[in-house]
T-cell receptor
Framework: EPEVTQTPSHQVTQMGQEVILRCVPI?????FYWYRQILGQKVEFLVS????????KSEIFDDQFSVERPDGSNFTLKIRSTKLEDSAMYFC????????????FGSGTRLTVV | GDSVTQMEGPVTLSEEAFLTINCTYT??????LFWYVQYPGEGLQLLLKATKADDKGSNKGFEATYRKETTSFHLEKGSVQVSDSAVYFCALSPYGGSQGNLIFGKGTKLSVKP
């Protein structure tokens, strides 16, 4: 069964450093998403991406964050200068339609900012 | 705005007990509704979905019926197993005008004891 692949599974970084989280969505999907889950809290939408541009973003997705699909297969989330409160599990997801029929999530990257 | 409310956890049951996890939603238009499951240390997996009123989603013995009149999508299982221990998230995908980003409830942790 096709799956969404995320790397790395766990990343530890120092406060103020830049991190790039990587995702390989399902190959024929057109819509891509990043969500995050701070430990013990609910899953929160960050951003959606379609046709090589951001289609929607939440208040969490401020200027520190950016997304890119550099080569037609990878989908990346960059955090420019990490803060302690960026520590969370980050999930990538993709869908073949506007999401009404479900998303496929990756297994997540646990980001720890120290 | 659109929102999802699900019952607070944790829920602790004995094996073979009946499970109900309540979920209600607020949405404009006609959302699609989902239940996702997160097993310990893993990512989000789609458990079941319903895309229109009166649809019943089912998978692995779990069921949920899309009730427009009560704006509910309660998750049920007749006989739970220890392996069902996980966090369950109710979610909706708005319809029309949205790129389909998911709105999650806070999650309900289920523990099943042998």
């Amino acid at each position: 069964e096709p799956e969404v692949t995320q790397t790395p599974s766990h990343q530890v970084t120092q406060m103020g450093q830049e991190v790039i989280l990587r995702c390989v969505p399902i190959s024929n999907h057109l819509y891509f998403y990043w969500y995050r889950q701070i430990l013990g809290q609910k899953v929160e939408f960050l951003v959606s991406f379609y046709n090589n541009e951001i289609s929607e973003k939440s208040e969490i997705f401020d200027d520190q964050f950016s997304v890119e699909r550099p080569d037609g297969s990878n989908f990346t989330l960059k955090i420019r200068s990490t803060k302690l409160e960026d520590s969370a599990m980050y999930f990538c997801a993709s869908s073949g339609d506007r999401g009404n029929y479900g998303y496929t999530f990756g297994s997540g990257t646990r980001l720890t900012v120290v | 705005g659109d929102s999802v409310t699900q019952m607070e956890g944790p829920v602790t049951l004995s094996e073979e007990a009946f499970l109900t996890i309540n979920c209600t939603y607020t949405a404009t238009g006609y959302p699609s509704l989902f239940w996702y499951v997160q097993y310990p240390g893993e990512g989000l997996q789609l458990l079941l979905k319903a895309t229109k009123a009166d649809d019943k989603g089912s998978n692995k013995g779990f069921e949920a019926t899309y009730r427009k009149e009560t704006t509910s999508f309660h998750l049920e299982k007749g006989s739970v197993q220890v392996s069902d221990s996980a966090v369950y998230f109710c979610a909706l995908s708005p319809y029309g005008g949205s790129q389909g980003n998911l709105i999650f409830g806070k999650g309900t942790k289920l523990s099943v004891k042998p």
